[in-house]
C-alpha cells in the first residue's frame, strides 16, 4: 500500500507528516500520522473517513488568520492546527500550535506542540494533495460499481 503525504510541516524536533492511502470503502483512509515534538516523537496508525478529509482540505484552504483546521474528531484522533501571523522570523511566516489527542471524544492523553516558519501558503498544497486523493478514490469507487 502507497501512502500519499498530505501534509509534511516543520523540521528537525518539532514536526507533522500526514501520510494517507485509501482503502476501498467510502470511509477507509489507513493514516499514518508521525510527529517530533521534542523531546517526545512517534507514529499514530488511524482511519479517517473522506469527510475528515474533505473538512481538513476546506479549513487548510482558507486564508483568514488566526484559524483553527482539524482532521478527525468524534472516536478518531484530532489532530488541530492553530494557525497565526508569526511573530518575528521571515516575512509572511506562519506560527502553528498543533495538537494532537488520541480520540476527539476525550482530550487526554495529548500532545501540544509548537512549528515556526512555515509558509503561509502552505494550506492550498495540502489542501490540492487531499483533494486528489479524494478524486482518485472517488474513481476507484465508480470503477468498483462498475459505473464510467
Not at 477507509?28 to 478529509?53: C, K, M, N, Y
Amino acid at each position: 500500500m502507497t501512502r500519499t503525504p498530505i501534509l509534511d510541516l516543520g523540521a528537525g524536533g518539532s514536526r507533522l507528516r500526514v501520510e494517507t492511502a485509501y482503502q476501498g470503502s467510502l470511509w477507509h483512509f489507513d493514516t499514518t500520522v508521525i510527529t517530533e515534538a521534542h523531546p517526545w516523537s512517534g507514529s499514530l496508525e488511524t482511519v479517517f473517513t473522506d469527510r475528515h478529509l474533505d473538512a481538513f482540505a476546506r479549513a487548510l484552504r482558507s486564508t483568514e488568520l488566526p484559524r483553527t483546521a482539524t482532521l478527525g474528531s468524534d472516536r478518531s484522533p484530532e489532530i488541530a492546527l492553530h494557525l497565526s501571523e508569526q511573530q518575528g522570523g521571515p516575512s509572511g511566516s506562519v506560527a502553528i500550535m498543533a495538537e494532537m489527542a488520541w480520540t476527539g471524544d476525550d482530550p487526554y492523553p495529548f500532545l501540544r506542540w509548537l512549528i515556526f516558519d512555515t509558509p503561509r501558503d502552505f494550506g492550498a498544497g495540502a489542501a490540492a494533495m487531499i483533494d486528489e486523493l479524494l478524486l482518485q478514490a472517488h474513481r476507484q469507487r465508480k470503477a468498483a460499481r462498475g459505473v464510467s
